[in-house]
């Protein structure tokens, strides 16, 4: 069993996809590994892979923005990828992509321990919390997989381009909160 630091370094030189050939860097990820809280997304985008820490574009400044109405910031809770590497174009990640890197997201859940996993977007929902995950119709929705309470909001991208979706993330951060004061004190 890796400690955190092997497991990064292992996945920082990791080769077992084409997507090692085009990345500039790996994402492993960012914040409080002790927080209780993993927020997950699909994978890197542009301005991840060239500063090697997830979500800090766009989508990632509105995640910020968001997080914060509900009193949290990259010191309450931890934020990874399914996948470590950009995808070209910012196209979803193929499944053998999801495949050759899920080893290392399920290596940091054991390391962490979350009490909460969300999952941002689809993508996410789909590999972690079952693989018919209907975003438009569960997000929000609370699940317990082996003694992990977790839900999906949609991807910040995602807001970005229908803002008409930001009410019901506004509720669906308001059940995040009060199921973190609930969990993690």
Same mark, same amino acid.
């Given at each position: 069993m890796p400690s955190w630091e092997t497991l990064k370094a292992e996945c920082l030189a990791c080769r077992k996809c084409p997507l090692?050939?085009?990345?500039?860097?790996?994402?492993?990820?960012?914040?409080?590994?002790?927080?209780?809280? *993993?927020?997950?997304?699909?994978?890197?985008?542009?301005? !991840?892979?060239? &500063?090697?820490?997830?979500?800090? =574009?766009?989508?990632?400044?509105l995640l910020d923005d968001m997080l914060s109405i509900i009193g949290l910031d990259r010191t309450g809770y931890y934020i990874a990828n399914i996948v470590k590497c950009r995808p070209p174009g910012n196209r979803d990640p193929l499944n053998t992509e999801q495949e050759a890197c899920i080893g290392y997201l399920r290596e940091q859940v054991r390391l962490m321990k979350p009490k909460i996993i969300v999952c941002l977007g689809r993508i996410a929902a789909?590999? *972690?919390?079952?693989?018919?995950?209907?975003?438009?119709? !569960?997000?929000? &929705?609370?699940?317990?997989?082996? =003694?992990?309470?977790?839900?999906?909001?949609?991807?910040?991208?995602?807001?970005?381009?229908?803002?008409?979706?930001?009410?019901?993330?506004?509720?669906?951060?308001?059940?995040?909160?009060?199921?973190?004061?609930?969990?993690?004190g």
């Open positions: 090692c050939e085009t990345r500039h860097n790996v994402v492993f990820g960012d914040g409080n590994p002790d927080s209780g809280v *993993l927020f997950i997304g699909e994978g890197p985008g542009e301005q !991840e892979d060239l &500063q090697g820490i997830p979500f800090v =574009g766009r989508a990632g400044k789909m590999k *972690l919390i079952k693989d018919n995950f209907k975003i438009t119709k !569960e997000h929000g &929705q609370w699940f317990e997989k082996s =003694g992990i309470q977790m839900t999906a909001l949609y991807h910040p991208a995602a807001l970005l381009r229908d803002p008409n979706k930001k009410p019901e993330t506004f509720v669906d951060l308001k059940s995040l909160q009060a199921k973190i004061k609930e969990l993690c």
